[in-house]
């Protein structure tokens, strides 16, 4: 049943809505290049639902989107599961705003509350408009990991079948949380990593299992599959959470231990 609601949870929207034509501000997430000379791989770093009111599919992330042959994202989420997945592929906010007893899927399932409360939505998250528009252009989409394996992922998580904390304590959470989120996009928007990086440092510090799970053991994995990657050419456009591209262990590491270059772009 635990790991039925992680499914639920973790889904992204099976056909994303497009988010409405209208003016908003210029964003520029971060945007990484892996190169060689027949071979080229971008690594974007993705907020998994965001609130439709920045413009950050142009500039490099569009030209580079459009030059690439295909796109890859973290999983391919199977076609029965429509429930929204977490807001961002990142740890619980700091200041232990959740009780000691709260389950990851707790935790996981209030983001998301948090985050719908602040107009956070997967149709306009950045990976929903991504997979969109490379179905619309005829681009290959795949996944870095299948989604059993990340079902199987969210399983080995500690402390998944604890309790939970009290309604006044979820209050306190949802709203701290929620400002938080509005943060993090708001950090996203503009390619800043530091809130992502303290957040990843705090996990790593106060839960390194899962820290291990998320996120180290991943990120050495991807990091293998583009460094092989490299070995075929043509051009890869390569959209995992933000997360996943900050910090000590962040893929680009992982990729540098291989003794493969990466460099950002914007």
């Excluded at 034509?21 to 690594?43: E, G, K, Q």
Aim: charged residues 20%; without cysteine; hydrophobic residues 45%.
């Amino acid at each position: 049943m635990v790991v039925a609601l992680i499914a639920a949870a973790l889904a992204a929207a099976s056909v994303p809505a497009t988010p409405p034509a209208r003016l908003v501000p210029d964003a520029d997430p971060a945007i990484w290049v892996v190169n060689d000379r027949d071979t080229v791989i971008f690594l974007f770093g993705t907020f998994h639902a965001l609130d439709g009111k920045s413009d950050w599919f142009n500039d490099e992330v569009r030209t580079a989107f459009t030059s690439s042959d295909e796109l890859m994202l973290e999983t391919i989420v199977p076609e029965p599961y429509g429930a929204p997945r977490p807001v961002a592929n990142v740890p619980a906010p700091p200041g232990q705003i959740l009780a000691p007893s709260a389950s990851f899927l707790g935790s996981t399932r209030m983001a998301i509350s948090a985050g719908r409360a602040k107009g956070l939505n997967v149709a306009y998250g950045a990976d929903s408009i991504l997979r969109l528009a490379a179905e619309n252009a005829g681009k290959g989409v795949g996944g870095l990991e299948s989604f059993d394996s990340q079902l199987n992922m969210f399983a080995r998580i500690p402390g998944a079948g604890v309790g939970r904390s009290s309604t006044v304590e979820d209050s306190t959470a949802k709203e701290t949380m929620g400002i938080l989120m509005g943060e993090m996009q708001t950090a996203w928007n503009r390619g800043d990593p530091g809130i992502f990086a303290a957040m990843l440092e705090q996990m790593r510090a106060n839960s390194p299992d899962t820290y291990k799970v998320m996120f180290t053991e991943r990120n050495t994995n991807w990091a293998e599959w583009i460094a092989n990657r490299l070995q075929k050419p043509g051009t890869v456009f390569v959209a995992v959470g933000t997360g996943h591209l900050v910090g000590n262990d962040s893929v680009q590491a992982k990729l540098a231990q291989l003794g493969v270059h990466s460099a950002r772009i914007n």
